[in-house]
């Protein structure tokens, strides 16, 4: 079956940096895109961005620009997302999400959706 | 940038009341409008894409409408399984990306 699971709990310091994987299992890892989504505590959803796994190309949320670098190795069918610069208002739960698109053949129109999502990554920054 | 609201923002019910949710897009989105439901601890699972289409697996008291700006998630007949919290997600239009509503917690009366 489809299945992403996640690297473990992280704590970091402000100021460093955090790496979380994302590993794929149950389908072929380059044909689709690999999306990554943040929940702060007690919060909602926050789309972070996304990387397509066949080509390394990266779309990132202008939020983060800058400071988060998605990348992916597809020898281990696992993506990577690295966020720099860590405040104490990154604390979250991080996770990664594969994207489905389906396009209309009369349209042409392409709808997206995520399915699955990884188990989450919490990751506390904390001095 | 398109911003998303629910509403309400949380509601009570009970076991084998019908529940909607709305959620409303800032400009017409199509059927570019997902829902999930979230259980505490647990990742958000896919409920209804393209606005109207139930997830292979998903049970049919859950249904989605709409169209434009004005989108509904319903439960036919909430079960004990459904106390959870509810997001819809935009996917029309990226940048800005992805957003998703601010959610719409379900819990018990």
């Known amino acids: 079956q489809v299945q992403l699971v996640q690297s473990g709990a992280e704590v970091k310091k402000p100021g460093a940096s955090v790496k979380v994987s994302c590993k794929a299992s149950?389908?072929?890892?380059?044909?689709?895109?690999m999306h990554w989504v943040r929940q702060a505590p007690g919060q909602g959803l926050e789309w972070m961005g996304w990387i397509n796994p066949n080509s390394g190309g990266t779309n990132y949320a202008q939020k983060f620009q800058g400071r988060v670098t998605m990348t992916r190795d597809t020898s281990i069918s696992t993506a990577y997302m690295e966020l720099s610069r860590l405040r104490s208002d990154d604390t979250a739960v991080y996770y990664c999400?594969?994207?489905?698109?389906?396009?209309?053949?009369?349209?042409?129109?392409?709808?997206?959706?995520?399915?699955?999502w990884g188990q989450g990554t919490l990751v506390t920054v904390s001095s | 940038d398109i911003q998303m609201t629910q509403s309400p923002s949380s509601l009570s019910a009970s076991v084998g009341d019908r529940v909607t949710i709305t959620c409303r897009a800032s400009?017409?989105?199509?059927?570019?409008l997902n829902w999930y439901q979230q259980k505490p601890g647990k990742a958000p699972k896919l409920l209804i894409y393209a606005a109207s289409s139930l997830q292979s697996g998903v049970p049919s008291r859950f249904s989605g409408s709409g169209s434009g700006t004005d989108f509904t998630l319903t439960i036919s007949s909430l079960q004990p399984e459904d106390f959870a919290t509810y997001y819809c997600?935009?996917?029309?239009?990226?940048?800005?990306?992805?957003?998703f509503g601010p959610g719409t917690k379900v819990d018990i009366k």
């Open positions: 400009q017409s989105i199509s059927s570019y």
């Open positions: 997600q935009q996917s029309y239009s990226t940048p800005p990306g992805f957003t």
């Open positions: 999400a594969r994207d489905i698109v389906v396009v209309v053949a009369a349209t042409l129109e392409g709808y997206n959706w995520f399915d699955p």
């Open positions: 149950g389908y072929t890892f380059t044909g689709y895109y």
